[in-house]
């Protein structure tokens, strides 16, 4: 049986990884921590990607081995409590190493849930 609830906060995760790879595209680090309203807009996406995660239920997130979902949650508390403690390199660094296996993950729960 199908978990709604696991596909629902899984789907949030897939369109909230599109939009930072939508807004990001061709873009390299210097550009990134240059246009602060992108950075805003990732940093917003990264707070619902964290918020999702967090409701994922444990079977959902034993689908996905390799993806360390307390980090993306940990990520959202921080950017929802100390932004301006915030490196926009590790975003970029998130971006750049995470975001395809979060993917990727978000949609094998959309499968199998």
């Known amino acids: 049986m199908r978990n709604a609830e696991d596909v ?13 790879r939508d807004y990001t595209q061709g ?3 210097a550009a990134f921590v240059s ?3 992108i950075s805003d807009a990732v940093s917003m996406n990264f707070l619902a990607i ?11 997130r034993a689908l996905t081995s390799g993806i360390e979902w307390r980090d993306a949650i ?8 100390g ?4 490196s926009l ?4 660094s998130i971006v750049v190493v995470e975001l395809d296996p979060l ?5 094998r729960i959309m499968a199998r849930s």
Do not use: C, F, P, T
């Not at 964290?50 to 959902?60: D, F, I, M, V």
């Not at 940990?74 to 409590?81: E, F, V």
């Not at 932004?83 to 915030?86: A, P, R, T």
């Open 50 to 60: 964290g918020e999702n995660a967090s409701k994922l239920s444990a079977a959902a």
């Open 74 to 81: 940990n990520l959202r508390h921080r950017i929802a409590h």
């Open 8 to 20: 629902l906060h899984a789907s949030r995760i897939r369109d909230a990884v599109l939009r930072i």
């Open 27 to 29: 873009m390299d680090q």
């Open 35 to 37: 246009q602060s309203l």
């Open 103 to 107: 993917r990727a993950a978000a949609e």
């Open 83 to 86: 932004y301006e403690d915030l």
């Open 89 to 92: 390199s590790i975003l970029w």
